[in-house]
């Protein structure tokens, strides 16, 4: 059983940067465990923003958050963060973090330990 805790998540104005964290509580992370973050914004389907991979440095980040974002992880904490720089208004959404066995996938389904999300609201 793998239980996350989201942080970070807050109101800003566009172009401002946030870093979210995702800790894992009561364990670590598991080597050939793999975290991911996703969001949803109201009346949308939840969506994959970036994914790591906890064996290794295979990272991936969705098309819309390329070079603004950046998925890390600090394994001595328990804690994989989400670097967003030059937030839009359109990077509103609830944020999750999320984790599976074996390698980051890009659909939510592949995922079966959520974490309860952190809201990320930026104004124009």
């Known amino acids: 059983q793998v239980e996350l805790v989201e942080s970070g998540g807050g109101l800003v104005q566009a172009g401002e940067s946030l870093r979210l964290s995702c800790a894992a509580s009561?364990?670590?992370?598991?080597?050939?465990?793999?975290v991911g973050w996703f969001r949803q914004a109201p009346g949308k389907e939840r969506e994959f923003v970036a994914g790591l991979s906890l064996s290794g440095g295979d990272i991936g980040h969705a098309d819309s958050v390329k070079g603004r974002f950046t998925i890390s992880k600090d394994i001595a904490k328990n804690t994989v963060y989400l670097q967003m720089n030059s937030l839009k208004p359109e990077d509103t959404a609830i944020y999750y973090c999320a984790a599976r066995f074996g390698n980051w996938q890009t659909e939510a389904s592949d995922y079966r330990y959520w974490g309860q999300g952190t809201q990320v609201t930026v104004s124009s």
């Open positions: 009561g364990r670590t992370f598991i080597q050939n465990y793999a």
